[in-house]
């Protein structure tokens, strides 16, 4: 699921495997998959504003880092929370496309792909 995000953000395109983690205990990469998680929900939320009609493409590809993670308990909670807090934190900002919030896409778009490169090379099998 690593390599999915990884090739979202560099193409918004394919998915590749994710080590599954049926535990409630924190992964090591746990503050990663939050930060990407609330990435995705800014994107979700500045892409609906911004972007060409992606309709539900971000909160998708959310739901298939939750499903491919397998997180459950606290560990789904924080990044369904990171997710809502990236979604809820441009809402309140930006109402409208402008140019701050292209910039922001692009530079959310360069983080997502480098968190996810990281983990990549981390972590993936």
């Given at each position: 699921?690593l390599?999915?995000i990884?090739?979202i953000f560099?193409?918004?395109?394919?998915?590749g495997p994710v080590?599954?983690r049926?535990?409630?205990?924190?992964?090591?990469?746990d503050?990663d998959?939050q930060?990407l998680a609330?990435?995705l929900g800014?994107?979700?939320y500045?892409?609906?504003?911004?972007?060409?009609?992606e309709?539900?493409?971000?909160?998708?590809?959310?739901?298939a880092?939750v499903?491919?993670e397998?997180p459950?308990?606290e560990r789904r909670?924080?990044?369904?929370?990171?997710?809502?807090?990236?979604?809820?934190?441009?809402?309140?900002?930006?109402r409208?496309?402008?140019?701050a919030a292209?910039?922001?896409?692009?530079?959310?778009?360069?983080?997502?792909s480098?968190?996810?490169r990281?983990l990549?090379?981390?972590y993936?099998?």
């Open positions: 699921m390599k999915r990884f090739a560099l193409m918004a395109a394919v998915a080590p599954v049926a535990q409630d205990a924190a992964a090591p990469f503050a998959l930060r609330e990435i800014t994107l979700h500045l892409r609906g504003i911004c972007g060409p009609n309709g539900q493409k971000w909160r998708a590809e959310m739901q880092l499903d491919a397998t459950s308990g909670n924080r990044m369904i929370a990171s997710f809502n807090r990236g979604y809820n934190g441009f809402q309140q900002t930006y409208s496309c402008t140019p292209n910039v922001a896409i692009r530079r959310y778009l360069e983080e997502g480098k968190i996810s990281d990549t090379a981390r993936a099998n």
